[in-house]
């Protein structure tokens, strides 16, 4: 039974992790989406923690690195696909567009980082206490 919990957790926490991925990955909002992630990732932790979900804890990292990793190469591979579909012509450059989404990756992976490290410190942490 603590498998379709754990499962539960680990859906729940996804979608909401995506909800606030969504506003990290805009440059602009970057900074202000970095205090949800560390808010959420402490969240995250606690509630590992408190639902007893200890031998899950090297399962939910790597379970959640591998989404991470999963979404990080489809983000690539859309990225490849929009760059045909410039038009040089409306004011866009193919140098714009490469450093968007340079930013956009680099936003991402900075945010992936910021939630499996926040989530792993508070989840050691609340278990060692």
Same mark, same amino acid.
């Given at each position: 039974?603590?498998?379709?919990?754990?499962? &539960?957790?680990?859906?729940? *926490?996804?979608?909401?992790?995506?909800? &606030?991925?969504?506003?990290?990955?805009?440059?602009?909002?970057?900074?202000?989406?970095?205090?949800?992630?560390?808010s959420y990732?402490?969240?995250?932790?606690?509630?590992?923690?408190?639902?007893?979900?200890q031998a899950?804890?090297?399962?939910?990292?790597?379970?959640?690195?591998?989404?991470?990793?999963?979404?990080?190469?489809?983000?690539?591979? &859309?990225?490849?696909?929009? $760059?045909?579909? &410039?038009?040089? $012509?409306?004011?866009?450059?193919?140098?714009?567009?490469? /450093?968007?989404?340079?930013? /956009?990756?680099?936003?991402?992976?900075?945010?992936?980082?910021?939630?499996?490290?926040?989530?792993?410190?508070?989840?050691?942490?609340? *278990?060692?206490?």
């Amino acid at each position: 039974m603590d498998v379709i919990y754990y499962a &539960i957790f680990a859906l729940a *926490s996804w979608f909401f992790l995506m909800q &606030i991925f969504k506003f990290s990955t805009y440059h602009k909002y970057f900074k202000f989406a970095v205090f949800f992630i560390l808010s959420y990732s402490v969240l995250n932790g606690y509630l590992f923690y408190f639902f007893h979900f200890q031998a899950f804890f090297f399962w939910h990292l790597l379970v959640f690195l591998v989404l991470f990793f999963n979404n990080f190469q489809k983000q690539k591979k &859309i990225g490849a696909a929009f $760059e045909n579909l &410039i038009d040089v $012509e409306s004011g866009l450059s193919r140098d714009f567009f490469e /450093t968007s989404l340079l930013k /956009t990756l680099k936003y991402y992976v900075l945010s992936a980082l910021i939630y499996l490290i926040v989530f792993a410190g508070t989840y050691i942490y609340y *278990s060692n206490r």
